[in-house]
């Protein structure tokens, strides 16, 4: 099977996997959520909603990594939101220069985080021996501490590991800005600020552009890199597939993590029959490798008890809360979007659409096509062009627009 249709066989896969949530008429869904973190640091304290969106909890100076020479690292637990508008603590890990200057840079970067366990946090896999988790860029983000710039790293699918829940995302990511710049070591109070993000974690960085005007309107963000960005999931919902798959793992992780963040609304684990509810315990706390190796070569029809194509308006919200294309808000920063104009994990259609919508309300918008039909290539053959906009941005240059 060619790279094109295995990618559009998930696309199919992970639709179908949500068409089948969608049809639940049974009792409310019992969700599985990650173990807590063995580190008290990452719970929530008792007095969590006297507490305004990215007001510092706690922080933590984390060890020095010889990755990252000459560079302080800190951990920051802040209060956010979750979907349903309920606080939660999140958390960013941040990297700085020692040699930085007062209020230089600070870019807001959301990692790509497939995971629905705990040690898929940042924080985690940055310290962690394993091969398999370990942050492969990691070493890529010299080329900016080494100009002065401080970086923030959100754990942008909160502290259930909702993987799937892209609101949230935007959410946590502005107020781990909001965060970042509230405490006063970081000397970044008045710094000019970005945030970039490929995949999922474009995803996140969209939506937190997007959200910003009505989320955090006091945040003066100068710019928004986002690249392979899932739109629209509903349009997921028209490739349906429910056939083996080799990375059938990941969809099925999906549906979990939205499982997560709306048990009331999204009954997913009461749609599995046996064999599923023990892949999904066997997944309850995994990262990207194991959530790929628990399901390999399965599909939908392996784990459901019910096939089910009957659309519940509710469970469907959910997937449409979670679409950008359908969010009517618009950024308030210029924007910079890159994809493969043939990606077959992402539908194009929704990128072009999105990116017509935000021109429309005014948006200072530049979209570069990378002629790769490769999702995760075109991420690596944007960044040129993606580093010299954000750097003109930190700069405060005008901003260059092809709508």
Known sequence: MGKTTLRRTLIGVAAGLLLVAAGSETAAAQPIYPKPDPDAFYAAPADIADHQPGD??????????????DTDITLIKFRSTNSEG????????????RNRPDNGPLLSYQTIINGLGTECAVSHVLYTSDPKLQVREAPAYNV????????????HLGPQFAYGAARLGGQI????IRAAQRLPQL????SPVAMAGYSGGGMATAWAAALAPSYAPELRVAG??????????VTMLEGLGFGAHPVFGLALAAGLGLEREYPDRFPLSDQLNDRGLAVRQSMANSCTNDLLTAAAGKGMIDFAKTTSMTQDPVARKVVEDNSLQLFDGVPNMPVFEWHSPIDGLVPVDAIIDTDHRWCGAGVRLQSAAIPVPDHLT???LGLPEVMTWLDARMRGESAPSNC
Do not use: K
Not at 224 to 233: E, H, K, R, W
């Open 378 to 380: 075109a991420a690596v």
């Open 56 to 69: 510092v909890l706690e922080t933590r100076a984390l060890p020095p990594l010889a990755v990252f020479p």
């Open 86 to 97: 309920r606080p939660i603590a999140a958390t960013t890990t941040v990297l700085s220069p």
């Open 144 to 155: 900016l501490l080494r100009r002065g710039w401080t970086i923030a790293m959100p754990d």
């Open 224 to 233: 928004a890199a986002a690249g392979g960005v899932p739109m629209n999931l």
């Open 187 to 190: 000397r970044v109070s008045a």
């Open 173 to 176: 990511t502005l107020d781990g």
